[in-house]
Antibody, heavy 122, light 110 residues
Framework: QVHLVQSGAEVKKPGASVKVSCRAS????????IHWVRQAPGQRLEWMGW????????KYSQKFQGRVSITRDTSASTLYMELRSLRSEDTAVYYC???????????????WGQGALVTVSS | QSVLTQPPSVSAAPGQKVTISCSGS????????VSWYQQLPGAAPKLLIY???KRPSGIPDRFSGSKSGTSATLDITGLQTGDEADYYC???????????FGGGTKLTVL
């Protein structure tokens, strides 16, 4: 069965960076894409970006362009999302989710990781 | 404010039917597939409906989706207390070049 297991909770100071990992299992890693979605406390879901795990192509939300990087390590079947220049508004649960489409991020997500809480506080 | 508009809350009695709407525009729901997600309290979202009206394996047929023009709808019949959750619609927005979600709808089963 498909599993996406994310790294644990993090506490960061404003201005720092965070890197959240997402280890995939139960399917052919390079045959799918992965989205990253975050959810601030009590708020709606917010899309951050996407990576094709096969060829490494990425697409980012304009809101996070220049501040986020999504990468993958095919040998470890693991995806990473790094967010830089953190501010208090970045406090949220960060999810990875497997994409329903492969070549473009216009499909939804079928399986989701458990989420990783990132708290930004001085 | 969200690009996709959902009612903040809906409620109905156990066994009844509820409908959740998701209204967008031509750049998003009007020209792209809509998917629906259920988020139980404290849990990750779960895919309920994709490509407007398709159910993934394991999702009961009490959940159904449809789309007409720029509006999509999620119907839940035979409501159960375990259906109490937040429900989100999502789709691709070709103008924003971004996946977008609705603001979410909180379902209360009275």
């Amino acid at each position: 069965q498909v599993h996406l297991v994310q790294s644990g909770a993090e506490v960061k100071k404003p201005g720092a960076s965070v890197k959240v990992s997402c280890r995939a299992s139960g399917y052919i890693f390079s045959s799918y894409s992965i989205h990253w979605v975050r959810q601030a406390p009590g708020q709606r879901l917010e899309w951050m970006g996407w990576i094709n795990a096969g060829n490494g192509n990425t697409k980012y939300s304009q809101k996070f362009q220049g501040r986020v990087s999504i990468t993958r390590d095919t040998s470890a079947s693991t995806l990473y999302m790094e967010l830089r220049s953190l501010r208090s508004e970045d406090t949220a649960v960060y999810y990875c989710a497997r994409g329903l489409t492969y070549y473009y991020p216009n499909g939804g997500c079928d399986f989701w990781g458990q989420g990783a809480l990132v708290t930004v506080s001085s | 404010q969200s690009v996709l508009t959902q009612p903040p809350s809906v409620s109905a009695a156990p066994g009844q039917k509820v409908t959740i709407s998701c209204s967008g525009s031509g750049s998003n729901s009007g020209n792209n597939y809509v998917s629906w997600y259920q988020q139980l309290p404290g849990a990750a979202p779960k895919l309920l409906i994709y490509d407007n009206d398709k159910r993934p394996s394991g999702i009961p047929d009490r959940f159904s989706g449809s789309k007409s023009g720029t509006s999509a709808t999620l119907d839940i019949t035979g409501l159960q207390t375990g259906d109490e959750a937040d429900y989100y619609c999502g789709t691709w927005d070709g103008s924003l070049n971004s996946w977008v979600f609705g603001g979410g709808t909180k379902l209360t089963v009275l």
